[in-house]
């Protein structure tokens, strides 16, 4: 149980474009689902924390215009990066917290999706 | 606040040694603290996580942790490495909801046959 999925694994796009990376979660539902960012060499950063059905909590520094993501429905979260430049090129990886259980609950961490823009 | 340091961002064991990965944190509240490891281009995978039940945790794959609230310290060992332990492992930590985990810079485990 608690899988989570990410589509794509790999995407490559020129730099202008926008890329959607999808997060589901397969086998429970996700009231919060988060995004992290992890650069070569370095470890992972929270980008933003996405509840179902209302808007996300950037952390500082990220731009919420730039990173649109949308939490829909509890099973499904997208990260948009718009007008991707090379610097936005890095390892997306997303979380999800299952709705479910007591006051702690553990999240559960998707493949990765690796970003290149050219 | 909440934050993580891994000591040695490469460590390198020979193949039977004792893997012995360290891990201090700060928090200034209550903390749960999580080991995972990452393989290349893969997500993350939980090892194992302290939440203020027994300090001396065990997990997968042989792996377990003990955490000591005196010396703020949560380290990750293993009696006998094995190639497949080769990967990258975080240390990181929460608050008692699970919200926000903070990572270590993480640290890169070599096994040499």
């Known amino acids: 149980g608690a899988v989570v999925s990410q589509h794509p694994s790999r995407v490559i796009c020129k730099s202008g474009t926008s890329v959607k990376i999808e997060c589901r979660s397969l086998d429970f539902q996700a009231t919060t689902m988060f995004w992290y960012r992890q650069f070569p060499k370095q470890s992972l950063m929270l980008m933003a924390t996405?509840?179902?059905?209302?808007?996300?909590?950037?952390e500082q520094g990220v731009e919420k215009d730039k990173f649109l993501i949308n939490h829909a429905s509890l099973t499904l979260s997208t990260l948009t990066v718009t007008s991707a430049h090379p610097e936005d090129s890095s390892f997306y990886i997303c979380?999800?917290?299952?709705?479910?259980?007591?006051?702690?609950?553990?999240?559960?961490f998707g493949p990765g999706t690796r970003l290149t823009v050219l | 606040a909440q934050s993580v340091t891994q000591l040695g961002s490469h460590v390198s064991v020979s193949e039977g040694a004792l893997v012995l990965l360290r891990c201090n944190y700060s928090?200034?509240?209550?903390?749960?603290l999580f080991w995972y490891v990452q393989y290349p281009n893969q997500g993350l995978q939980l090892l194992l996580k302290y939440t203020s039940a027994a300090t001396l945790v065990k997990g997968i794959n042989g792996f377990e942790a003990e955490f000591k609230k005196s010396e703020t310290s949560f380290h990750l060992t293993k009696p006998s490495a094995h190639m497949s332990d080769a990967a990258e492992y975080f240390c990181?930590?929460?608050?008692?909801?699970?919200?926000?985990?903070?990572f270590g810079a993480g640290t890169i485990l070599r096994v040499k046959s």
């Open positions: 979380s999800a917290r299952d709705s479910s259980g007591g006051a702690f609950r553990e999240q559960f």
């Open positions: 996405s509840n179902e059905g209302s808007k996300a909590t950037y």
């Open positions: 928090s200034s509240v209550p903390p749960y």
């Open positions: 990181a930590v929460s608050d008692l909801r699970g919200n926000k985990l903070v």
